[in-house]
T-cell receptor, first 112, second 115 residues
Framework: GQNIDQPTEMTATEGAIVQINCTYQ??????LFWYQQHAGEAPTFLSYNVLDGLEEKGRFSSFLSRSKGYSYLLLKELQMKDSASYLCAVRDENQAGTALIFGKGTTLSVSS | EAQVTQNPRYLITVTGKKLTVTCSQN?????MSWYRQDPGLGLRQIYYSMNVEVTDKGDVPEGYKVSRKEKRNFPLILESPSPNQTSLYFC??????????????FGQGTRLTVV
């Protein structure tokens, strides 16, 4: 089966750096996505990793270690607008027709 | 503008009254899916469609139906809604789940309340 774990909640202050971890177990890993979701809104795509290493996109970076079944999303220079839920999602090629399997999300609260 | 459009955004209905939530995408995507999102449970897939006339159950299909008569549209049908189907629903589309790096695009969400 599949299992995706991430912390339920995190807090941080404006200007700080925060790292949101995600561990996963899948039988046919074929890529990991991070999405941002503000309350009541649609998830929006942040990053994608399929090979080991770090992908950087402005203030956001995402890291993947396939051997450890581990990823993290790094948010730098936090802003109030970064308060949102961050969803880790894995694509499992052994799941017929299933595009993405989502973790339950990490709610990040950024305070001033 | 590339988008996935769901309607309605908000709906309050009574138990047993059939309803349909529409979903339309303008990106010519083959793959479409429906999720429900509940507190503490995250996004769970209800149904998906690999292409026109090809649909299959996801993780939580009970009480739902779908159809895919055209590539752009993927309506979600609740034949006899019950209170446990009160949830936030999202439609999503992508070019192909087998193609590396293709992210899913989500609709704006439909908040359904069944009383």
């Amino acid at each position: 089966g599949q299992n995706i774990d991430q912390p339920t909640e995190m807090t941080a202050t404006e200007g700080a750096i925060v790292q949101i971890n995600c561990t996963y177990q899948t039988s046919g890993f074929n890529g990991l996505f991070w999405y941002q979701q503000h309350a009541g809104e649609a998830p929006t795509f942040l990053s994608y990793n399929v090979l080991d290493g770090l992908e950087e996109k402005g203030r956001f970076s995402s890291f993947l270690s396939r051997s450890k079944g581990y990823s993290y999303l790094l948010l730098k220079e936090l802003q109030m607008k970064d308060s949102a839920s961050y969803l880790c999602a894995v694509r499992d090629e052994n799941q017929a027709g299933t595009a993405l399997i989502f973790g339950k999300g990490t709610t990040l609260s950024v305070s001033s | 503008e590339a988008q996935v459009t769901q309607n309605p955004r908000y709906l309050i209905t009574v138990t047993g009254k059939k309803l349909t939530v529409t979903c339309s995408q303008n990106m010519n995507h083959e793959y479409m899916s429906w999720y429900r999102q509940d507190p503490g449970l995250g996004l769970r897939q209800i149904y998906y469609s690999m292409n026109v006339e090809v649909t299959d159950k996801g993780d939580v299909p009970e009480g739902y139906k779908v159809s895919r008569k055209e590539k752009r549209n993927f309506p979600l049908i609740l034949e006899s809604p019950s209170p446990n189907q009160t949830s936030l629903y999202f439609c999503a589309s992508t070019t192909s789940p087998d193609r590396a790096g293709t992210e899913a695009f989500f609709g704006q969400g439909t908040r359904l309340t069944v009383v």
